[in-house]
């Protein structure tokens, strides 16, 4: 089965013009192209665009996705196209 993608993040290099692309599939996996993840070895594959998009999920899950019994009521993805 072909993994799908749930969502894309972009940032901005801080140190040239260059623009990294987080993707988070349907498993729960994350890639990103940016050289820390392409190069990284090991079993911890992460970088800090991927940990900052988990932040970021955890946030809008926590805080606003949440109704008066503490459960999650929502959580934004993006469309497969």
């Known amino acids: 089965m072909i ?3 749930i969502s894309v993040a972009k940032f901005n290099s801080r140190s040239s013009d260059k623009e990294y692309s987080t993707i988070e599939y349907d498993d729960g996996s994350y890639s990103c192209n940016c050289p820390s993840w392409v190069f990284k070895r090991g079993d911890s594959r ?3 665009h991927i ?5 970021r999920k955890e946030i809008n899950i926590n805080i606003s996705g949440l109704n008066d019994n503490n459960r999650v009521v929502e959580v934004e993805t993006t469309s497969h196209d």
């Open 51 to 55: 940990d900052e998009v988990k932040h």
């Open 46 to 48: 992460n970088c800090k």
């Open 3 to 5: 993994k799908q993608q």
